[in-house]
C-alpha cells in the first residue's frame, strides 16, 4: 500500500492511495457555507461522494451522470459515516469540507481504499484550515481506515482482490478508527454462511489489517 499526499495541487487536501492494484484519488475540498438544512447553526458538514472512472475496470463501465446506481449511493454513504466519525462535533463553522473519492483503478476493496485514504485529505484539509486561520485549531480527533477480509475455500483472507471478490464464500468490510474501536461491520454469506468462530476470525484478521493501515497513514502524514 502507498499514501501520495498533495497530489492534487488545486484542493485543500488529497491522497493517492494504492492497494495492490486498486489505486483511489481521494480529493478534500473546503467550500463556504452549509446545505440549507444546517444553516443558520453555526456548524459545518462533512460528505463523501465517490464514482469509478470507466476504465478503472476490465470491461468499460459507462460513467453515471443523470441517475447514481444503488452501488454508488451506498458506497458514497459508507465513505460519509466513516469519515465523520473523525470528528467528535461539527463545530469549525458554517463550512462543508467535500470528499470526493475517484477510483483510477479497481481490483476489489475500491470502497475500503477510498475510506483510509479520504481520511489522510482530510486530515490535510483541516489543517490547511488552521494555517489559513479559518480554524483555531483542527476538529479531526481520530482517523478512521477500512479492509476487506473474506473466506474463500474455507480459508480466512485479508484485503481481497477482484479474483478473490468474486468467488469468496463470505464478504466484509471492516472500518475502524486509529482508537481501536469500530466504526462500521458489514459482513455478508455470499455463497455459504458463516459461523461465530469465523466472524472471530474475519474480525481478529481485518483488525491486524487496520492496524498495518493505520501505521502507514501515520507515517505518510509525518513526511
Known amino acids: 500500500m502507498t499514501f501520495e499526499r498533495g497530489v492534487a495541487p488545486y484542493a485543500e487536501g488529497s491522497c493517492l492511495i494504492s492497494f495492490g492494484a486498486t489505486r483511489v484519488l481521494c480529493t478534500a475540498s473546503v467550500e463556504e457555507g452549509v446545505p440549507g438544512w444546517r444553516r443558520g447553526s453555526g456548524e459545518g458538514w462533512l460528505t463523501a461522494e465517490y464514482a469509478m472512472l470507466p476504465r478503472a475496470t476490465?470491461?468499460?463501465?459507462?460513467?453515471?451522470?443523470?441517475?447514481?446506481?444503488?452501488?454508488?449511493?451506498?458506497?458514497?454513504?459508507?465513505?460519509?459515516?466513516?469519515?465523520?466519525?473523525?470528528?467528535?462535533?461539527?463545530?469549525?463553522?458554517?463550512?462543508?469540507?467535500?470528499?470526493?473519492?475517484?477510483?483510477?483503478?479497481?481490483?476489489?476493496?475500491?470502497?475500503?481504499?477510498?475510506?483510509?485514504?479520504?481520511?489522510?485529505?482530510?486530515?490535510?484539509?483541516?489543517?490547511?484550515?488552521?494555517?489559513?486561520?479559518?480554524?483555531?485549531?483542527?476538529?479531526?480527533?481520530?482517523?478512521?481506515?477500512?479492509?476487506?477480509?473474506?473466506?474463500?475455500?474455507?480459508?480466512?483472507?485479508?484485503?481481497?482482490?477482484?479474483?478473490?471478490?468474486?468467488?469468496?464464500?463470505?464478504?466484509m468490510n471492516v472500518v475502524m478508527s486509529s482508537e481501536g474501536r469500530f466504526v462500521e461491520v458489514q459482513g455478508t454469506g455470499e455463497h455459504g454462511t458463516f459461523d461465530r468462530g469465523q466472524l472471530d476470525q474475519l474480525l481478529e484478521l481485518a483488525i491486524a489489517g487496520i492496524r498495518a493501515l493505520d501505521s502507514a497513514q501515520l507515517h505518510a502524514l509525518s513526511e
Request: with cysteine; proline share 3%; hydrophobic share 40%.
Open 58 to 171: 476490465r470491461t468499460r463501465t459507462s460513467r453515471e451522470r443523470s441517475q447514481l446506481g444503488g452501488r454508488t449511493q451506498e458506497i458514497q454513504r459508507l465513505i460519509g459515516r466513516s469519515v465523520r466519525a473523525m470528528l467528535d462535533d461539527f463545530k469549525f463553522g458554517e463550512f462543508t469540507v467535500k470528499l470526493d473519492c475517484d477510483v483510477l483503478v479497481a481490483d476489489g476493496g475500491t470502497r475500503t481504499a477510498a475510506i483510509t485514504g479520504a481520511s489522510v485529505a482530510i486530515v490535510d484539509a483541516f489543517a490547511w484550515m488552521v494555517r489559513d486561520g479559518l480554524l483555531p485549531k483542527t476538529p479531526v480527533k481520530r482517523r478512521v481506515a477500512a479492509v476487506s477480509v473474506g473466506v474463500i475455500e474455507g480459508e480466512p483472507r485479508l484485503d481481497l482482490d477482484y479474483e478473490e471478490d468474486v468467488r469468496a464464500e463470505v464478504d
